[in-house]
């Protein structure tokens, strides 16, 4: 049956739907190519309703002000995640995006933990995520260069990999989380703050930053993957984290603020720009009055906020264009902002160009906000009103709205808004293309006396007497059909099998299948992508079907693909299997545990340079001869790249010649356009050299763009 929600219940934490306002088209934001017309993924420059988690009851939402991808955690303990996707940001590789019509939804259960494990907070970087767990642990994912995820440096982490640190060995937990650009930070319960990543401008807290030359003219500084604990806070108990861009706030059980990191713009509020590698304490909220001290801090690119007790919002660093609060004239010290002075605060935050803060004033909710060059529409204003603003702003599309978190980011801001009339007035997004015109279960009218109810998610209509038992009269509240409230369920859409797969079911490793890799059909975030393993898990309940495309399904590579990877046409990925010596024709044989293979992806719909194939080949060479490959295969692709850089024969020929070589091993070619019949999966184990070559050439001859995966045979 059909139902309604009025109010939250009293047995739940406090949740609400999410709203969103600003730039959708994740790849392209801040970048030259987001000056776009509308299209399929435009600016909302009007509050809207996330329509894929309209059924969602969201009790926190969590994104930075350096961050183009968010998590929302439900009432359930699940993570939902969307935004972009680069560098493995939310744990898939070769991901450009995971679009906000179809979150990923990660449960704790999926990265090993026990059953009844909730993720309890969540914290993005520029380009990774944490997520933290009601046991204590916290996983992460993304970008990795600097050890920013707690791993051993490497270029990305994924998916999703648990954090080991000393907080394990004297039974703490992580209960927060926050991120830098290329830094995190851990809060335990008993108040302990860890930090790794770059320590650059002493974002680390531990008094260095390890700057040393390593060539001429050439510095680089301390990265530390193995989270360490921040100094100078021995005697405090940390109940709050926050992180900007370079540098990092924390507030102790007493309200006194103490900040680190970079302090350009003087953005610590510290009166200079001298970097403190130390935590050093804020003097504007160390007076002897407690009301006067801090409730609750936030960290922005360039600047910092903090809301005293008393519900006072203050500001330091640089947070406009021009004038006051600019380059030229930062707030050097903490200052009180005198517009909404009158205002009691309870929640604010500071995203790439925008201000906000929420509460009360004169006993009415109001949402303020401004900042300059919002040009995604952040302010969320609407289409007459500007997308700037100097001064603190009441957003009036936000008036109606019961808003009792908010979380900006680089380029879209969120909001948590308890259900009440004005949530159900906004508009959704994205828009239904097609609604309904009649009653989908009769597909009649039936006259006034029984007009159709509609879902407020899938805009379906139903008639009151064609619902199952059918009602009396309209539902007061929010009215989902069943169809949507199915998709609120604790086991609706489990991540894609990439993270059982890595971590098994019920924190146990996976155990796998003999055979080739499948690929899989990922309903959540619209996209196809391999089997990172062998097989099968066997305790997943049987091998899945071979993927074919779902009706209307997206298979995305973005036209930066390869985002900071100084634009290679390929994806080169590590592996730990080794071949068996003694010459190609041999069978390799697995090392346990067995993890991801070598792989080479190839886009012939992009142009084709020497220089980066020579370079994509030479890299998986070295990848191939540290793991003991054929002598033979190493001599032979040794001469590919030497003739390649030559120019002797055409690129794609040599590119052929270099798949043709694996022909002993399993070879996967899948093509990537979704209009071509599915003929193009062959496997060399029973083609041979001179086949697979054959077949290679007509498939590259044949369609715009092939995926080629290289994989050991079991």
Request: hydrophobic letters at 35%; charged letters at 20%; aromatic letters at 8%.
């Amino acid at each position: 049956m059909a139902s309604s929600s009025v109010a939250n219940e009293s047995n739940t934490p406090k949740w609400g739907r999410v709203v969103l306002s600003g730039g959708t088209d994740w790849p392209k934001l801040g970048r030259k190519s987001d000056r776009v017309s509308p299209g399929e993924h435009p600016d909302l420059t009007y509050p809207h309703l996330l329509r894929s988690l309209r059924t969602v009851k969201v009790v926190s939402i969590h994104t930075s002000s350096h961050s183009d991808h968010a998590v929302a955690i439900d009432i359930h303990g699940f993570a939902h995640l969307w935004g972009r996707a680069s560098n493995s940001a939310l744990g898939l590789p070769t991901t450009a995006a995971i679009w906000e019509d179809g979150p990923l939804k990660i449960r704790p259960i999926d990265l090993g933990a026990e059953q009844g494990v909730k993720f309890v907070h969540a914290a993005t970087g520029r380009s990774h995520t944490l997520l933290v767990s009601s046991d204590g642990n916290v996983w992460t994912a993304g970008s990795n260069s600097s050890g920013q995820c707690g791993h051993d440096p490497c270029p990305e982490v994924s998916p999703f990999k648990l954090v080991e640190g000393d907080w394990l060995k004297t039974n703490d937990s992580v209960i927060q989380a926050s991120a830098g650009n290329t830094f995190s930070l851990v809060l335990t319960a008993s108040g302990k703050v860890y930090a790794f990543g770059s320590g650059e401008k002493g974002q680390l807290g531990n008094g260095r930053t390890g700057e040393h030359i390593i060539t001429s003219g050439r510095a680089v500084f301390d990265t530390e993957n193995i989270p360490l604990l921040v100094k100078g806070l021995a005697d405090r108990k940390i109940v709050q984290i926050a992180s900007g861009l370079q540098h990092s706030l924390v507030l102790d059980s007493e309200g006194y603020v103490l900040v680190f990191g970079c302090a350009g713009y003087c953005r610590l509020g510290l009166g200079d720009q001298k970097d403190v590698l130390i935590p050093k304490l804020v003097p504007a909220f160390s007076g002897e009055r407690e009301a006067q001290r801090a409730a609750a801090v936030f960290g922005g690119p360039t600047a910092s906020a903090v809301i005293d007790r008393g519900g006072m919002f203050w500001l330091a660093g640089k947070w406009k264009i021009s004038g006051d609060g600019s380059a030229g004239q930062p707030w050097t010290t903490f200052r009180y902002v005198h517009d909404i002075s009158a205002m009691e605060c309870s929640n604010a935050g500071l995203g790439g160009v925008t201000l906000w803060a929420v509460g009360m004033n004169d006993g009415k909710p109001m949402t303020v906000a401004w900042g300059q060059n919002a040009v995604n529409g952040e302010l969320g204003q609407g289409d007459d009103k500007p997308k700037s603003a100097t001064k603190p702003t009441p957003i009036e599309t936000l008036a109606e709205l019961d808003i009792f978190r908010v979380a900006p980011g680089a380029h879209t801001v969120y909001f948590l808004a308890a259900p009440n009339d004005g949530l159900s007035d906004l508009p959704a997004h994205p828009e239904v293309q097609t609604p309904p015109a009649h009653c989908l279960v009769c597909n009649a009218e039936k006259g006034a006396d029984d007009s159709p109810l509609e879902c407020e998610k899938c805009e379906g209509l139903y008639h009151l007497s064609c619902l199952n038992p059918p009602l009396s009269e309209i539902p007061l509240g929010e009215w989902f059909c069943d169809r949507c409230l199915s998709h609120a369920s604790p086991d609706y859409l489990p991540a894609p099998s990439v993270f059982q797969e890595a971590h098994g079911a019920g924190g146990e490793p996976a155990k796998r299948g003999r055979g080739r890799p499948r690929k899989y059909a990922d309903h959540t975030s619209h996209m196809m992508y391999m089997s990172e393993g062998a097989g099968t898990p066997m305790n997943s309940g049987g091998p899945m079907e071979l993927g074919t495309p779902i009706a209307g399904e997206k298979r995305d590579r973005s036209p930066d693909y390869d985002d900071d990877d100084a634009g290679s046409d390929y994806d080169v990925r590590a592996a730990t299997t080794k071949w068996e010596s003694g010459g190609t024709n041999k069978r390799p044989k697995m090392d346990p545990p067995l993890q991801p293979p070598l792989r080479i992806r190839i886009d012939s719909s992009r142009p084709i340079s020497s220089k980066r194939s020579a370079h994509t080949i030479s890299t998986f060479l070295s990848e191939y001869q540290s793991r003991e490959g054929d002598a033979t295969v190493v001599v032979q692709m040794q001469r590919l790249v030497k003739a390649l850089e030559e120019e002797k024969e055409s690129k794609e020929w040599y590119l052929l010649q270099f798949m043709a070589l694996f022909a002993p091993s399993e070879t996967i070619f899948h093509h990537l356009d979704a209009s071509v019949p599915p003929v193009s999966e062959y496997s060399s184990r029973s083609c041979g050299t001179k086949r697979i070559f054959n077949l290679s050439y007509k498939l590259w001859t044949s369609y715009k763009a092939i995926d080629c995966h290289f994989k050991e045979n079991i």
